[in-house]
C-alpha cells in the first residue's frame, strides 16, 4: 500500500525558511522519481520541483534559486528546502511518486507567507 505522508507546512514571514518532508512506503523508493507540487486557492496545481531516482533535479520557473529538493534514500523520505519565501509561495503542497501509471498522492502540507 503506497502513502506518502508530507510534514513540517506552517506560517512563517516573508523571507523566511521552511522545510517540507514526505515520508514514503509501500514502494522500492530508490527506483522512482519523485516531485513536489503545490495549489493555491482557485488556481492549478502546479509543479515545484522533481528529483529522478538517481538524484538529478528540476525546478519551476517560478521557485529557482529559493528551492532545493533532495532524497534520503535510508529514511524513504524526500525534502523541499524552501528560502525567502513570498507571499505568493503561499499554497499546499503534495508530495507525488511517478510510477508510469497510477498516480499517488500525500495529504499535503499547507504553507501560509504572511506577516
Known amino acids: 500500500q503506497v502513502q506518502l505522508v508530507e510534514s513540517g507546512g506552517g506560517l512563517v514571514q516573508p523571507g523566511g525558511s521552511l522545510r517540507l518532508s514526505c515520508a514514503a512506503s509501500?514502494?522500492?523508493?530508490?527506483?522512482?522519481?519523485m516531485g513536489w507540487y503545490r495549489q493555491a486557492p482557485g488556481k492549478e496545481r502546479e509543479l515545484v520541483a522533481v528529483?529522478?531516482?538517481?538524484?538529478?533535479?528540476r525546478y519551476g520557473d517560478s521557485v529557482k534559486g529559493r528551492i532545493t529538493i533532495s532524497r534520503d534514500t535510508a529514511k524513504n523520505t524526500v525534502y523541499l528546502q524552501m528560502n525567502s519565501l513570498k507571499p505568493e509561495d503561499t499554497a499546499v503542497y503534495y508530495c507525488?511518486?511517478?510510477?508510469?501509471?497510477?498516480?499517488?498522492w500525500g495529504q499535503g502540507t499547507q504553507v501560509t507567507v504572511s506577516s
Open positions: 507525488h511518486v511517478y510510477t508510469g501509471g497510477t498516480d499517488y
Open positions: 509501500g514502494f522500492t523508493f530508490r527506483n522512482f522519481a
Open positions: 528529483i529522478s531516482s538517481g538524484g538529478s533535479t
